[in-house]
Each structure stands twice: as C-alpha cells, then as structure tokens.
C-alpha cells in the first residue's frame, strides 16, 4: 500500500538555525497538511496546501514557517530560525481529495529537537 | 469555536472485554467527526468517520462509533479487545469550511493478557 515517507526521523538542531523536514506525499494525492504535536500535548494542525499553495492555516504557522512542493513529488516544511519550542514531532499527511471525502494518510513523523 | 475532550488519558482492558474510549466535541455548526489510532513509532491512521448519514459508523479493525448529536458525542466501541489494539487512540472534528482537523488529546488503550 503506497504511504507517506518523511525524513529524518530525528533531526536535532540548535536554536537559531534554519531546519527543513521533508516528506514525499502519497504519488496521485492533490492535498498536502503539516501536524504538528509537542511532547504531551494535541496533535495541532499546522497548514493545508493545495494546488501550489496555502490552502489554510493556523496562528502557529507564523512567518517563521513556509511550506513548498518544490519538485512535484517532495513536500516540505521549512522553519527558518527554530526556537527551543519548536522541539515537537511534525507529522506530513496527504489525502487524493479534500479531506472529508477522502481519508489523511500520516507520514510516520520527524522528532525535531531544538537545543 | 471548536474543540474535543477525550475523557480518560488511559483506558486499560483485559483482552476479550468491551473496549469503549469517549469523545465529546462543541461545534457551532454540524461537524465532521474522525477517530485515528496511532501505534507506536508510527503516524496516524485513520479508523472511521462520520460526515452526514448513518450515525453508526464502522471502520476497520472491528471498531465502530455512534454520532449523537444531543449529546455532542461520539464514542469508540470494540465488542472484545485484542492484544493489537494497545494503541494510542485520537478523536477529532473538522468544519466543513475548514481543512483543519482538531484532536482531541488522546486516549492510550492497555489491553491487559
């Protein structure tokens, strides 16, 4: 069954620097998200993406965050300057349609550690 | 706004027993309600859902939820736990004018042998 693949699944980063994660959504899917969940606490939505461009998102994705799907087949999360809580597991999903007509399928997540 | 409670950080069963894991949402409007499992080391997968229709919903894994709306509920039911079901086990809501999904905080299921 096709799935979703993010790399790393660790990266540990110092404060202040730019972190990319990246993720190959599902081949024939059109709708792109990043989740977010800090150690203990809700998975929280992050951003939606859909047809080259931020579909929605939510007050946490500041100006500090950008998404782009730079080559048809790699979606990815950029945090320019992390800060320490930053640290969380980031999960990409993608669905074939919007997302009530068709399920999210997760990616198994990158842990990001911010020191 | 909207949001979802999930009564219980843990629930813990013998194995055979009826697994029952409770959400309740608020939303302004008519919502969309989704339960995800999610084993360890591994992202989110969906278990069911319900957007209009049939408030019995069923999903995979023998597991099914009723929407009750004048409750503002939509609780997870397994007739006989399985070893396999140990996971951690999320609620959620969605807007129809929204791609947001909100979670609830989850709720770890034991299966005890």
């Known amino acids: 069954e096709p799935e979703v693949t993010q790399t790393p699944s660790h990266q540990v980063t110092q404060m202040g620097q730019e972190v990319i994660l990246r993720c190959v959504p599902i081949?024939?899917?059109?709708?792109f998200y990043w989740y977010r969940q800090i150690l203990g606490q809700k998975v929280e939505f992050l951003v939606s993406f859909y047809n080259n461009e931020i579909s929605e998102k939510s007050e946490i994705f500041d100006d500090q965050f950008s998404v782009e799907r730079p080559d048809g087949s790699n979606f990815t999360l950029k945090i320019r300057s992390t800060k320490l809580e930053d640290s969380a597991m980031y999960f990409c999903?993608?669905?074939?349609?919007?997302?009530?007509?068709?399920?999210?399928?997760f990616g198994n997540g990158t842990r990001l550690t911010v020191t | 706004a909207q949001s979802v409670t999930q009564l219980g950080s843990h629930v813990s069963v013998s194995e055979g027993a009826l697994v029952l894991l409770r959400c309740n949402y608020s939303s302004s409007v008519p919502p969309y309600l989704f339960w995800y499992v999610q084993y360890p080391n591994q992202g989110l997968q969906l278990l069911l859902k319900?957007?209009?229709?049939?408030?019995l919903v069923k999903g995979i894994n023998g597991f099914e939820a009723e929407f009750k709306k004048s409750e503002t509920s939509f609780h997870l039911t397994k007739p006989s736990a399985h070893m396999s079901d140990a996971a951690e086990y999320f609620c959620a809501v969605r807007k129809s004018s929204s791609y947001k999904l909100i979670f609830g905080s989850g709720t770890r299921l034991l299966v005890r042998p």
């Open positions: 999903a993608s669905s074939a349609k919007g997302p009530v007509n068709s399920p999210l399928h």
């Open positions: 081949s024939n899917h059109l709708y």
């Open positions: 319900y957007t209009t229709g049939a408030t």
